[in-house]
C-alpha cells in the first residue's frame, strides 16, 4: 500500500500538472492515481481497472487509459513493454533506479538492482563521452520455481 505521505505528495504534483496543462481535475482522475500508488509491483490497465471495478469504484477503462497517459506525461510513472502486447507501469516518484529480470513463462517481473550496473553505465559514459540520463536493463528467462517444478515433473515420468 502507498503511505499517506507519498498519495499526497503525488497528489500535489499530478494537481500542478492538470492545473498548468489546462485539464479537469476530476475525482475519478484522482481515484486512478491513489489506486496506482497503492500497487506494490508492476501492473497493466486491466488488472488496474478489475481491482477499481471490485473495489466497486465506478470508472471506465477510457478514464483509466486518459489518465494513466497524464501520469506518465507527468513523470509519475512509467511504461514498460516486456516483450509482450500488453504494456506495464509501474510508479517511478521516488523510486530508486532498478533493472528487471522477465519470466517467459508466468510474465513475472523481478526487481534487482545491481552496483556494478552503476559504474557501466558511468564508465561507458565517460568513454564515450555521452552524458547518460538514464538506462533500461530488463533479462529474459525462467523463473527458478518453474524450472524446479518442471524439472520434478519430467524426473517422475522417467
Known sequence: MGNQKTINEVSRIFNSYLKSRGHRKT????S???EVFNQSS???VES???KMKNENLSIS???IYNTIELLLDSNLIKRH???KNIAQYEKSFEQKQHDH???LDCDKVFEFCDPRIHQIQTSTGKLFNFNISHHALNFYGRCQELINKEYC???GEG
Open 101 to 103: 529480470l522477465i519470466c
Open 48 to 50: 488496474l481497472y478489475l
Open 81 to 83: 513493454q516486456f516483450g
Open 153 to 155: 515433473e519430467n524426473k
Open 32 to 34: 486512478v492515481l491513489q
Open 27 to 30: 475525482p475519478e482522475r484522482y
Open 42 to 44: 508492476h501492473f497493466n
Open 61 to 63: 477503462r477510457a478514464t
